[in-house]
């Protein structure tokens, strides 16, 4: 009975990756074409037309979409630790929430604070895998810890705000390098934003970063403390 459960959820999670990989895979021959079509520039600022710069981000976060998608797999092959499927469904929905709905749907111009929700969202999604983190050192023979509840939260805490960080850095480093809009400087329309108006994204962004990590953490710090086992069925283990 139990195998025949762990049969199904496998096959949930396959078809549900198959699908994200497909959507990412079905619009590239579309967006190459309006690279080579579209215009550099909106000079105009004319409403819902898109230049160049949106087309290579599309692209690149479509292919950075399909890498993502195999990497836990590769994870859990070389370093032989088992990914929950609560976590990776949860990793994989946010890849096609992320990627296709937010950047090839136009969700994060469609959609009242749709970037807002996937920070949150990718903020407590981190704060869970900083717990793993802990666990898999906490079992190591060669680092064998015994950690109380509250520092493994604030490892939790503090893992996620610094992937946030780094999130940061790498779309501050590509609209530089590739001048694309990542960080949402501009409008849809090209017009770029000024003073604090610029910054307001980035910030915004970090700031739901640290609320969805600490609610995470405070769960998590709950769950030890009182083992009400809240976090367990999303660390990720060492096979056995």
Same mark, same amino acid.
């Given at each position: ?31 190459v ?14 409403e ?14 479509c292919?950075l ?13 070389k ?5 929950? !499927? ?17 950047e ?34 906490n ?18 805490l ?14 501050? !480093? ?25 910054l ?18 405070i769960?998590?710090?709950? !769950? ?17």
């Open positions: 009975m139990k195998k025949t459960k762990l049969k199904k959820k496998k096959n949930v999670k396959e078809i549900i990756a198959k699908i994200v990989f497909i959507s990412f895979v079905i619009p590239l021959g579309y967006i074409y309006k690279i080579i079509t579209s215009p550099v520039s909106n000079d105009l600022h004319i819902n037309i898109k230049v160049k710069s949106d087309y290579v981000l599309m692209l690149i976060q292919l979409g399909i890498v993502a998608l195999f990497i836990p797999s590769i994870i859990s092959k370093w032989k630790i088992i990914i929950p !499927s609560s976590m990776y469904m949860i990793y994989i929905i946010f890849l096609y929430a992320a990627i296709f709905l937010g090839v749907r136009d969700f994060y111009y469609r959609i009242p604070h749709w970037d807002t929700i996937l920070h949150t969202f990718s903020g407590a999604a981190l704060g869970a895998l900083g717990f793993s983190v802990v666990n898999l050192l079992k190591q023979e060669k680092l064998k810890v015994n950690l109380s509840p509250f520092f493994v939260a604030l490892f939790s503090c893992f996620a705000i610094t992937m946030g960080v780094i999130w940061e850095i790498y779309e501050f !480093s590509f609209d530089g390098l590739l001048h694309l809009n990542m960080q949402k400087f501009a409008l849809e329309n090209g017009v770029n934003l000024v003073g604090r108006a610029a307001c994204d980035t910030m915004k962004d970090l700031i739901v970063d640290s609320i969805g990590a600490l609610v995470t953490s769960m998590g710090y709950i !769950s030890l403390k009182y083992k009400k086992g809240w976090i367990d069925k999303l660390l990720i283990t060492e096979k056995e």
